[in-house]
């Protein structure tokens, strides 16, 4: 009797060290992901810093400049917009979707800028920032939401029907965290408004939405080739070969 005790016992405490082994496993995978994506976190930031200050050293701002990331573009975008914009000299820019980015394409020496913004409100907010730090010239057009053939509310086409020879279009509008096909109409819209030599950068292609828009503009462009940069956001550029 006391032999089925003890086996008993033995059986008892063996099933409760493998729950307990279980558990401790499950804890160690838990904070092994919690450890792996901090460190994601860390680096991440740490690129955005680096890029931020490069900007500050890029460009001569004489006022603050609004917050970036978040709704806001990344310092890593801005960024490549300096780079762009000093690169190819475009002498039109078109961008759908104001804001900070708008006055790093003026600070960077872009000779015309058209943004475009479905916002009233938003649309006022980059104006006066604009004329806080004495940027002047640039277009910053409201054109409402408006039911596309597409299926889905895009920019209203008859602000957009005096544009041609785009040699930079930026595409960061209209919203599209609740829809991801939000943006698609840009390619069937703009892609006969665009000049041969033009460069599209295309925001947010770490969705599905973007990722595609970016991928039909190239099939779209033989001539151009589609190079995804592993920004926080992702940012998708399509030029020339």
């Known amino acids: 009797m006391l032999l089925v005790i003890i086996l008993v016992g033995i059986t008892y405490c063996i099933r409760l060290l493998r729950a307990l082994h279980q558990r401790l496993s499950k804890a160690?995978?838990?904070?092994?992901?919690?450890?792996?994506?901090?460190?994601?976190?860390?680096?991440q930031s740490y690129r955005q810093s680096e890029a931020l200050v490069q900007l500050f050293a890029l460009l001569k701002f004489t006022a603050p400049i609004p917050p970036t990331r978040s709704w806001a573009a990344s310092p890593d975008?801005?960024?490549t917009l300096v780079d762009l914009v000093r690169k190819h000299q475009p002498r039109l820019v078109v961008e759908l979707g104001s804001g900070l980015s708008t006055l790093i394409l003026a600070k960077s020496g872009a000779k015309k800028i058209i943004s475009i913004d479905h916002s009233e409100e938003f649309a006022e907010q980059t104006r006066a920032m604009l004329k806080v730090h004495g940027v002047r010239g640039v277009q910053v057009r409201v054109a409402g939401l408006k039911p596309h053939i597409s299926g889905v509310d895009w920019y209203d086409t008859s602000e957009l029907s005096d544009l041609k020879k785009i040699d930079l279009l930026i595409i960061d509008g209209p919203p599209g965290s609740k829809n991801t096909d939000s943006r698609k109409p840009a390619r069937p819209e703009l892609i006969n408004r665009l000049s041969p030599r033009a460069v599209i950068v295309i925001d947010d292609v770490n969705r599905q939405g973007e990722r595609e828009l970016a991928e039909a503009f190239a099939k779209a462009l033989p001539t151009h080739v589609l190079t995804i940069f592993p920004h926080e956001k992702g940012t998708a550029v399509i030029s020339p070969k």
Do not use: T
């Open 28 to 43: 160690a995978s838990h904070n092994a992901a919690i450890s792996k994506e901090s460190k994601a976190l860390h680096w």
């Open 77 to 79: 975008l801005l960024l």
